[in-house]
């Protein structure tokens, strides 16, 4: 029988560890502005555009068309999100901002800039720049695309 490795020395191992902690963190904080990730993914992803098409929304975040109705119905009952008809496609609508999700983008923006500061505080800035590199360089060479929200 051959040895077998322990986790730790998996570095897809190591990755999730670290993805887990930070995003775990994220999730509680934003948890006060009554917001899921994957919700503040959409608001994020709508944020600075104009009015966009669920399918359009969809390929840009990486999700299928019945993901992002879900998320759409849940900000829209939370008032963060508007939908209208839209008026090349009758039987199609669009998603925007509402105004209270203009004014939420930026402040969980700062969450996010905070968990960021807090967890990588440990790297110097050089550090923090290098693995942003090396996780960009693996994002391109793999051709990852999406918005990662679990």
Do not use: C
Not at 5 to 26: D, I, K, Q
Not at 61 to 88: C, F, P, Q, V, Y
């Amino acid at each position: 029988m051959s040895e077998v490795p322990e986790l730790s020395a998996h570095t897809g191992y190591l990755l999730r560890m670290v993805s887990n902690a930070v995003s775990h963190r994220f999730a509680r904080s934003v948890s006060v502005e009554s917001v899921t990730v994957a919700e503040w993914a959409m608001l994020r992803s709508l944020y600075g555009d104009e009015a966009v098409s669920p399918s359009i929304l969809a390929r840009k975040m990486g999700m299928t068309k019945g993901a992002i109705s879900k998320l759409a119905d849940r900000l829209t009952e939370k008032g963060l999100i508007e939908r209208a008809a839209n008026l090349d496609d009758q039987r199609g609508h669009s998603l925007s901002l509402s105004a209270a999700g203009k004014k939420k983008v930026p402040v969980i923006a700062e969450f996010a800039e905070d968990n960021d500061a807090t967890f990588f505080a440990v790297l110097g800035g050089e550090e923090q720049e290098r693995l942003r590199h090396l996780l960009h360089v693996l994002i391109d060479k793999h051709g990852l695309s999406g918005v990662p929200i679990d």
